[in-house]
């Protein structure tokens, strides 16, 4: 589902520092407008008011928005849950508008959503991204995501999509401490296997 708008083309009248966009999280209805209008003029896959009221309203946590000068810049859309006995995070929407691409806002939005999946317990994350995309493939690249698979015509364009899968490490769990082999007696008596010879 997800299409991402991030190639790394930049205009270069628009400079500003890091510090002047804020990122904030989904706040309610106000913002579901602004996260419209960036993903239709941004992206060529439509979506109908439902799609995102599901993924806004479910998951306010991993909806994020970026802003400069109060104007809204780029936005992340999530979801998390259960699929396949996995608890996992997914990306369904990312889009920079293009004067501000290449800057390090994708990269930020996108990490604020995996932190929220990773502190909730997700063990992976995953999204479709056009196998045409290089600004989206090189950012999840970076990020450290894999091509877990290609999905062949799976736009609407008829664009192929490669599946990407980022892989959270899982916890170490100690193993316990077995006695030594040569310490230990493993004679078994006739009352703790209920037979007898």
């Known amino acids: 589902m997800e299409r991402v708008a991030c190639d790394p083309v930049s205009s270069p009248e628009m400079e500003f520092l890091p510090s002047e966009i804020e990122y904030v999280s989904y706040g309610g209805e106000h913002h579901l407008p602004l996260i419209m209008s960036l993903v239709d003029d941004e992206l060529s896959e439509p ?6 009221r599901y993924f806004v309203y479910l998951w306010p946590n991993l909806t994020f928005l970026a802003f400069h000068r109060g104007k809204c810049v780029g936005t992340v859309v999530c979801k998390m849950g259960e699929h396949r006995n996995t608890f996992r995070g997914y990306i369904a929407m ?8 290449g800057k390090g806002i994708a990269t930020e939005l996108v990490t604020r959503s995996i932190h929220v999946m990773m502190e909730s317990g997700c063990e ?17 690249g970076r990020l450290g995501f894999i091509r877990a698979k290609r999905l062949f ?21 100690p193993l ?9 007696n493993y004679t078994i008596s006739e009352s703790q296997t209920g037979y007898s010879a």
Not at 124 to 140: D, S
Not at 177 to 184: A, H, K, M, Q, Y
Request: aromatic content about 14%; charged content about 25%; proline content about 8%.
């Open 94 to 101: 990312l889009v920079v508008i293009k004067p501000y691409r």
């Open 176 to 184: 316990p401490l077995l006695p030594n082999r040569s310490e230990t």
């Open 47 to 52: 979506y109908s008011i439902f799609t995102y």
């Open 124 to 140: 992976e994350v995953t999204l479709e991204a056009e196998v045409t995309n290089k600004g989206a493939l090189a950012l999840y």
């Open 153 to 173: 015509r799976y736009y609407l364009n008829g664009v192929d999509a490669f599946r990407l899968k980022l892989m959270f490490p899982r916890p170490e769990v």
